[in-house]
């Protein structure tokens, strides 16, 4: 790359490092060679680091997530919430979750049905990202 800077004459450097970076990592892939990883431990300074928390961990997003799914679940009708426990929660089968309610199949796959709709309106409504 040190190369291709001295020959050409580079108007914004941001770009052309961009660019220049991204071809030089498409070749590698397209040749079939392996990339060479870095540990982080052994090239602190290639990163930058920020104390302050700037976003949400994954535990915490995911914990946020599972709380409004569960105050989802509990805003559907009953016979809604059980059948999509059933189905998604304790991976039970259609005919399974007829036995076990005394429903009728087809009534069975209509709550189910109609449960991930509501589910997904309550989340769209309460969920939204800001």
């Known amino acids: 790359m040190a ?3 001295l020959k050409y004459e580079v ?3 941001k770009s052309w490092m961009h660019s220049t970076t991204r071809n030089f990592c498409l070749m ?3 040749a079939g060679k392996k990339i060479r990883n870095i540990p982080l431990e ?4 290639l990163f930058m680091e920020n104390t302050a928390p700037m976003h949400l961990t994954e535990a915490e997003q995911i914990e946020k997530s599972e709380q409004v799914l569960h105050q989802a679940l509990q805003e559907l009708p009953p016979e809604q919430r059980q059948c999509i426990e059933l189905f998604y929660l304790q991976q039970k089968s259609y005919k399974e979750i007829s036995t076990l309610t005394g429903c009728d199949l087809n009534k069975v796959k209509s709550y189910i049905q109609n449960g991930k709709r509501n589910l997904k309106l309550y989340l769209e409504k309460h969920h939204a990202p800001r």
């Open 28 to 30: 590698q892939l397209r």
């Open 11 to 13: 108007e914004n450097f």
């Open 3 to 5: 190369e291709a800077l």
């Open 42 to 45: 052994d090239s602190p300074t």
